[in-house]
């Protein structure tokens, strides 16, 4: 059994990784007294110090800003890595389950929940907060509120893009797993016509590049590829370790995510965030982390309500159902009768690479 790991200081974060990876089979870490949030990850996939560890550390940075406010009862985040694997999913959901003190479950970025593991969560009565844009499971009584757009929203975007960036045949690639062929089909489908599925080395002729797979990847196809030829990327490969490789080919490139991108956002709440985010990591915010700090901000928000947090997890689940519409620093959080977000929070967003950063695109 993997075991679950506590939060850990930021810059134990890549020996974390290591740990959770060779983790076997033993008790439970031993957690605080009080009430918990289990934050369920997939760390095998490329770069996750880039891609999912950000979520995290603004989940974590967010709730020890309630904390520090003497808010009470504020809930501590406890990471499970199910290292993409269902069978290691179910156990560790029913691990949690089992645990009274857990008042709510956030997926992380990249992990498709399964059904089975859904299944434990709804009969618990465990509401899920989801920072994933992955299909939302057909699981009766499921509680689940996701603060990013899901899948399709980033597919429209990529394609309305790619179609404003070239004159021709936009060629589409990806790297054979899941999400990434599900994503490339997508994007394919809404450019009808005008799409060449590629494989990997297979450019030629293309006006224009999508690549929907990780950052290894797209450093590759910008570094073989003409300067002039546009590349378009999805999340997966929104990350400083494609910025740095392809450097300064990368400069131009195009990232799309079901998140957004906060870091050159004037407003008071985005900038408390920043600042919150970098006193506790040393790192300017990556990929949904505005995403972590809205849910983090939330479960402070409900654990200052004595009538929530006196009811434990049923008083969380209650509260968490009964959600109203909210402004937040990543937009108007609101959500339809499914629990997918509403408003600005169902659209994706796509960012150009520039100097080694991601600037905001209108």
């Given amino acids: 059994m993997h075991m679950p790991r506590r939060s850990l200081p930021i810059l134990a974060v890549a020996i974390a990784i290591v740990v959770s990876a060779c983790a076997g089979s033993g008790a439970p870490v031993p957690a605080a007294e009080g009430p918990k949030v289990a934050f369920f990850q997939d760390l095998s996939v490329e770069d996750p110090l880039d891609l999912v560890s950000p979520s995290f550390l603004a989940l974590e940075a967010g709730l020890a800003e309630g904390v520090r406010r003497g808010i009470e009862h504020v809930p501590v985040a406890v990471q499970f890595d199910t290292g993409g694997d269902p069978l290691v999913a179910l156990e560790l959901a029913q691990t949690v389950a089992a645990d009274d003190s857990y008042v709510a479950i956030v997926v992380a970025p990249f992990w498709a929940m399964p059904a089975e593991t859904a299944t434990v969560f709804a009969t618990a009565g465990l509401p899920v907060l989801s920072l994933s844009d992955g299909a939302l499971p057909a699981v009766p009584g499921l509680r689940w509120r996701r603060f990013v757009a899901p899948a399709p929203a980033q ?208």
């Avoid at 740095?244 to 957004?260: E, F, I, L, Q, R």
């Avoid at 709440?269 to 700090?293: I, K």
């Avoid at 109203?324 to 339809?336: E, R, S, Y």
């Fill in 155 to 362: 597919a429209a975007e990529l394609a309305v893009r790619a179609a404003r960036s070239a004159a021709g045949s936009v060629c589409i690639v990806d790297e054979g797993t899941a999400r990434s062929q599900a994503l490339a089909t997508a994007v394919a489908e809404r450019l009808a016509g005008r799409a060449s599925p590629r494989k990997v080395g297979d450019t030629g002729g293309c006006r224009a590049v999508v690549w929907t797979g990780g950052p290894s990847g797209a450093v590759s196809i910008r570094t073989s590829l003409d300067p002039v030829i546009p590349l378009l990327v999805s999340d997966a490969a929104k990350a400083a370790a494609y910025l740095d490789a392809a450097a300064p080919a990368s400069d131009g490139t195009v990232a799309v995510c079901p998140c957004v991108d906060v870091s050159t956002d004037t407003s008071l709440g985005s900038r408390r965030f920043v600042n919150a985010y970098q006193a506790a990591t040393g790192l300017a915010p990556g990929v949904y982390a505005a995403e972590g700090w809205e849910i983090a901000t939330l479960l402070v928000r409900l654990a200052g309500d004595d009538a929530v947090a006196s009811g434990g997890r049923a008083g969380f689940a209650s509260a968490i159902d009964a959600l109203g519409a909210t402004q937040g620093i990543a937009g108007k959080v609101a959500f339809d009768a499914r629990g997918d977000p509403s408003g600005e929070l169902a659209a994706a967003h796509a960012t150009r690479a520039s100097g080694l950063r991601w600037i905001g695109l209108g």
